[in-house]
Nanobody, 116 residues
Framework: EVQLVESGGGLVQPGGSLRLSCTASGFTFTSYDMSWVRQVPGKGPEWVGGINKLGGSTLYADSVEGRFTISRDNAHNFLYLQMNSLKPEDTAVYYC?????????WGQGTQVTVSS
């Protein structure tokens, strides 16, 4: 069974930083690209960025480019999202995501709130 568990969210002031983690199990982690997606209540999900299976290539949404960094630890099945220079508009529930065949898998999400 595919399982993704996010952690590391919380309340941070504008300009601050947070590091989110996602632990993966139930599939061969090194065989799949991974993504981070965020969602604000009442809105559709927003793709934040992704990383290829070996971790050598990343892509980011324009809204986070230069502020967020995705990395992965393939030895321990971890995905990370380092978020710097946070803005109030980054407030959302953040999910890690993997697509395996026709199916998308998500964790339970972790809440990030950016507010003074």
């Amino acid at each position: 069974e595919v399982q993704l568990v996010e952690s590391g969210g919380g309340l941070v002031q504008p300009g601050g930083s947070l590091r989110l983690s996602c632990t993966a199990s139930g599939f061969t982690f090194t065989s799949y690209d991974m993504s981070w997606v965020r969602q604000v209540p009442g809105k559709g999900p927003e793709w934040v960025g992704g990383i290829n299976k070996l971790g050598g290539s990343t892509l980011y949404a324009d809204s986070v480019e230069g502020r967020f960094t995705i990395s992965r630890d393939n030895a321990h099945n971890f995905l990370y999202l380092q978020m710097n220079s946070l803005k109030p508009e980054d407030t959302a529930v953040y999910y890690c995501n993997v697509r395996i065949g026709p199916n998308d898998y998500w964790g339970q999400g972790t809440q990030v709130t950016v507010s003074s």
